[in-house]
């Protein structure tokens, strides 16, 4: 029911959801059958993927109902079947005849009506969600061994096109307890918020000691992490536990769009994330493991997610993330796929994703970005490096690999705080240890978009990586330590205090903050190659990266996905001030206009900062023109964008521009035409030089004998 005394206001908050979930509900007079092959997870000594009762129909979206039957090849076996996501057994419902399956969606909600899962509001939604039916089914034979577990997902009514557009469909199975119970269900407050209410009203004074506190940082937590106290200003609920012994067996069943085959497979689940966690709607760690009967899962679940290395798409993935948005959650979800996108060039880690929709055990869950995530197996699949060999370090701590790893990354943060890195021998070891260009692009990117939450200000979600010991069959196996981002939500005007405006180049640079982003980067700029590379990073991140006009053309492509399916996940998830009392429609593209909007005023502005931050002289336009080729091609600096077209920059007169030509096949470069600008060093391929004002670049190409 709707909360509030204003009738008019009720009766308009129902038209309008009334007309949002009427679209969503739309009944489709075609056929919406899905080709399901599950060639995805390679099962490593589980029961056979044959050996399992078989439906008569795959799982999918259908126009009307239809009789579903079960068989088993041996027809002294008996099935049984559930229906709410759990594994079944010989005491669950027996199997005798087919049985019609009809549109759920106008059905009660069940697991929607949970309540006691964010400390802050027990919001449930105020309308039917959508809902599909599952059905699992296991064959008992005599003798009693049990077949494998069959499952199956079926949307009878629903318009897929009109309620969720071209984003892929994922039905997460598994059984309630799992996630609700008050014991051990990881989604829910349950006993660990009962303890720490008692412990806050225990032991929060002023005047106790209460040892170490619970780190609500962003890390989901090393295997066998246990909370030893609690944060008496976080709250804490059985979703802040991490661990493995935390994680929960399900069933993952993805539907594309197009009809292509989709996978299903067997594999554990966690609660992600920081404060977010807190969140009604929680983001999950999705992870394949031997116990469960796979090892990785081999499908393009994230189209034209090309390998760091350069050597095709990612065919494997150990894990992966369906991200709730973090700080974006309650707006329009894209800040952080987008931010990501924008840089995926860069030479630190970057997590390609795309939207999705979830349902749980047939229950709309909203929409999530599936995201890649970061461990040694992702460094494995991008690299070729053996994920046994590689260490990560997340917000201080070993993330991946062993405590006896982490001397390796105190070797190097007391190097570069605790030496004079104007001193050129010392800057060269430090480059042995540290990617630079990796190292510089990465705090560029945290300064321009002006992340709070960051390795810079409250030293967080920040993460690392290297090999353990070095591997020369790898580009990237020399033992430097490299950046891997994520979670860049709280920025680009999400929040008043990261307004376009906002200045975090002092504070960021600022070798005496306790952050280690600040230590590394203040000790860093006292060398005058770094300082020059880090100045041209922090104008080819405004001039290149988020060039106005390229997030203008970017913008409009994540506008179509969640600007269609964040109102209806508002609907399912709150906060009930927008989901109940605004248009949610509405509201989340505004949410994106703001994005689009706070980047085209930053492109404007952050040039003045960059000029201030480091008290150089006004910019001066740099233009690069084209060869007359069809296929010449160029880049700048170190930036693996290459364009084409004419291309405008603002840079500053004491920081060298490299230009680097690519001619078309069958041509070379001649010479280069420079006006206004003192050439530093050439080449046939670059020239590298101090721009003056209204600097021009021109490549001139000639045709090979």
Not at 127 to 136: D, E, L, N, P
Not at 216 to 239: I, K, L, M, W
Not at 565 to 576: A, D, I, K, N, W
């Amino acid at each position: 029911m709707f909360k509030t005394d204003n009738y008019k206001n009720m009766i308009a908050v129902m038209c309008v959801l009334c007309i949002l979930i009427t679209g969503l509900l739309a009944y489709f007079n075609g056929d919406f059958s899905f080709v399901h092959a599950g060639r995805a997870a390679q099962a490593q000594g589980s029961v056979s993927r044959n050996d399992r009762p078989v439906f008569n129909v795959k799982s999918g979206f259908y126009a009307g109902p239809f009789e579903l039957t079960v068989s088993y090849p041996d027809p002294e076996a008996k099935i049984y079947c559930t229906f709410d996501g759990s594994i079944p057994t010989a005491d669950s419902e027996p199997y005798t005849e087919g049985f019609i399956l009809e549109n759920r969606s106008g059905y009660s909600n069940y697991l929607s009506a949970v309540t006691g899962v964010n400390p802050y509001e027990d919001y449930v939604p105020g309308v039917s969600v959508i809902k599909a039916t599952v059905v699992r089914a296991i064959a008992v034979l005599p003798g009693g061994r049990t077949s494998g577990v069959a499952s199956g997902t079926y949307f009878i009514g629903i318009d897929r096109t009109a309620a969720f557009g071209t984003a892929p469909v994922l039905s997460l199975y598994t059984d309630y307890d799992n996630l609700f119970s008050y014991d051990d269900g990881i989604y829910v407050l349950g006993r660990t918020y009962d303890e720490w209410l008692s412990w806050r009203a225990k032991y929060s004074a002023p005047d106790v000691n209460t040892g170490s506190e619970y780190d609500p940082a962003g890390s989901d937590g090393a295997a066998g992490e246990e909370v030893t106290a609690f944060n008496p200003d976080e709250p804490s609920g059985n979703y802040s536990n991490r661990g493995t012994e935390w994680e929960r067996p399900a069933t993952i069943e993805y539907m594309p769009y197009d009809g292509s085959e989709g996978f299903i497979t067997d594999l554990g689940m966690r609660i992600m994330g920081g404060g977010s966690r807190n969140n009604t709607q929680k983001s999950f760690r999705l992870k394949c493991r031997k116990k469960y009967g796979s090892r990785y899962i081999e499908y393009d679940m994230i189209p034209g997610n090309l390998r760091r290395d350069g050597t095709g798409e990612v065919e494997r993935y150990n894990s992966f993330v369906l991200r709730n948005g973090g700080n974006d959650c309650d707006y329009g979800k894209i800040r952080d796929p987008f931010i990501q996108k924008m840089v995926s060039s860069h030479d630190f880690e970057t997590q390609d994703s795309e939207p999705v929709v979830l349902f749980i055990d047939g229950e709309y869950w909203g929409c999530y970005a599936l995201c890649e995530d970061y461990s040694g197996h992702y460094i494995e699949y991008n690299y070729g490096i053996d994920e046994n060999n590689v260490i990560t370090v997340k917000n201080g701590r070993i993330d991946e690999g062993m405590e006896e790893d982490m001397p390796m990354f105190n070797e190097m943060m007391d190097f570069i705080t605790g030496n004079d890195m104007s001193d050129p021998v010392n800057y060269a070891r430090a480059s042995e240890m540290l990617d630079m260009e990796s190292f510089a692009g990465y705090c560029a990117l945290n300064i321009y978009i002006c992340n709070r939450d960051s390795i810079f200000l409250n030293d967080n979600n920040w993460e690392m990586w290297r090999v353990r010991r070095i591997d020369k069959q790898h580009a990237f196996g020399d033992g430097k330590w490299r950046m891997m981002c994520f979670d860049t939500d709280y920025s680009s005007g999400i929040y008043e205090d990261v307004g376009s405006d906002a200045d975090i180049m002092r504070e960021a640079c600022d070798i005496n903050g306790s952050s280690t982003g600040c230590r590394l980067l203040g000790s860093l700029l006292r060398n005058e190659g770094f300082m020059s590379l880090f100045i041209t990073e922090l104008c080819d991140m405004r001039n290149i990266d988020f060039e106005v006009n390229r997030v203008r053309n970017t913008i409009p492509g994540f506008r179509a996905s969640y600007g269609l399916l964040v109102p209806y996940s508002m609907v399912r998830f709150g906060p009930e001030a927008i989901a109940r009392f605004t248009d949610p429609i509405e509201y989340v593209n505004q949410s994106i206009d703001k994005v689009e909007e706070w980047f085209a005023a930053r492109y404007d502005i952050f040039p003045e900062q960059i000029m201030n931050g480091f008290g150089l002289s006004e910019p001066v336009n740099v233009t690069v023109l084209p060869g007359d080729g069809p296929t010449d091609t160029f880049k700048i600096d170190n930036s693996n964008i290459i364009m084409s077209g004419e291309y405008h920059g603002l840079y500053f007169q004491d920081v060298p521009v490299t230009v680097t030509a690519f001619p078309g096949e069958g041509r070379t470069v001649d010479h280069w035409n420079i006006s206004n600008g003192t050439i530093v060093d050439e080449s046939k391929a670059s020239v590298t030089l101090l721009p003056g004002n209204d600097c021009v670049i021109e490549p001139v190409y000639r045709s090979l004998p």
